[in-house]
Nanobody, 128 residues
């Protein structure tokens, strides 16, 4: 069964850190672009960060640039999102997605294409 499973969400105080993981099963991540998206209550889903299949290309939304880091371990079939200096406005459900189509990672994060796979999401709450 092809699926993506996110983990690592939770409650954290402002200024804190969390590391999200996205594990793939049923297919290999080595040839696909991966991304993290988030959706806050009452808002549209937005692209947070995306990474090329080999890991050399990355994209970050302006709102997280300098605070979040995306990485991947293709041997472990896993993608990560390290989130530092978290703010209350980072509160959202975070989803990972996979895209086989060969596009620039900025285009992937702009959701210009339909993703091939989505995870079910993990909730991140930043609150004191």
């Amino acid at each position: 069964q092809l699926q993506l499973v996110e983990s690592g969400g939770g409650l954290v105080q402002p200024g804190g850190s969390l590391r999200l993981s996205c594990a793939a099963s049923g297919f290999t991540l080595g040839n696909v672009r991966m991304g993290w998206f988030r959706q806050a209550p009452g808002k549209e889903r937005e692209g947070v960060s995306c990474i090329s299949s080999g890991g050399a290309g990355t994209y970050y939304a302006d709102s997280v640039k300098g605070r979040f880091t995306i990485s991947r371990d293709n041997a472990k079939n896993t993608v990560y999102l390290q989130m530092n200096s978290l703010k209350p406005e980072d509160t959202a459900i975070y989803y990972c997605a996979a895209l086989r189509r060969r596009v620039f990672v900025a285009e992937m994060c702009a959701a210009q294409y339909a993703m091939d796979y989505w995870g079910k999401g993990t909730l991140v709450t930043v609150s004191s």
